[in-house]
Every structure is written in structure tokens, then in C-alpha cells.
């Protein structure tokens, strides 16, 4: 099920020389998946208490035999309830490109929240294992944001650690 807290992805042609192209073969009908923690220091807004939280994400990108890209964001929380949030976006939603040579570059941000994501996914030259790299900032000084359980926050500071990656056959938002 699609949603509205899907992230927008956009080709950085502007920013890198080489024009975005479509998915290499060597990805169709594979998986890609990128794993990595966030490191956020808030402010709940309700009662001013300062906060700190280590959310896990996964982003899930399945290219098909058409050399389309599915894409599935989700979150885990912590705490003791562990709240998680789950999006997808499917290739006609947008005609956004996301492939640059050997790698693909995503760059996004939630609608109305405050923190910016940039995913850069790099290929051996079989395509059979990749790294990733995975940036996060914050959009503003103390932009106001809203955590994974609802709770409405001011963003102090906001970083990615241990980013992995992942490549299989087949379709895994499949099912």
C-alpha cells in the first residue's frame, strides 16, 4: 500500500557530470537492500524534555526485468513499544531516475519533516556485492519533525552510522 510518507528521490544530474541513466542489466531481477542506524537528539515539543533515539532503517529497492525501481523505506524505533513505519513507491509514481552508471543515488526527504537523506550505493564490477554510504542532515536550523511513534519534536542533531549493504535475485517486496 502506497502512501503519502514516501520519500521523493531526484536524479543529481545538476550536481554530478554524468547524466542519470537507466538501471544496468546486471540489476534486473535483483534486490537491493541498505540497512543503517540513526544517531537523533530532540526535543519533544509537548513538554520540552530532551530526547535522544537510535531508529534502524531499511531501504528495499527491487529493479525489475523492465529495469524499473520499486522502493520500500522502513523505519524501527526504540524504545519500549519499538513504533515502525513503512513506505513504498512504485516507478510510476514518478519519472524519477535513480541509476548513475554503477551506482545508485537517492536523495530524500520526508513531506513536512526535517531531515534529508542521501543514499549512494555502490557495485563491484559483477554486481554481486555493493557498499553503501549514508548521509543524513537536517533541513533548517532545529527543524521540527515527527517521530516514528507521532510525537511531535525539535531536531538538535542527526547522524547515520553503519551502513550495509545487501544484493539478492529475485524480488523481495514481492508476497
Known sequence: MLNR???????LSALVPTACSA???QLYNKTVRVYWAQSMTMKLLASGQPIS???RFERTIYISGAGRAF??????GTGMVAPVRTSEKGPEESSTKIFQGDQIVMVGQRPGDGVATRIVI??????????ATVTVGKVGPNPKITGIDGSARELIDVSASAPSCTISAGNALAG
Open 5 to 11: 510518507t514516501s520519500f521523493a528521490f531526484v536524479c
Open 23 to 25: 538501471a544496468p542489466q
Open 71 to 76: 522502493v520500500r523505506n522502513h523505519a524501527v
Open 53 to 55: 533515539a537510535t531508529p
Open 122 to 131: 555502490s557495485f563491484n564490477p559483477a554486481f554481486s556485492s555493493c557498499t
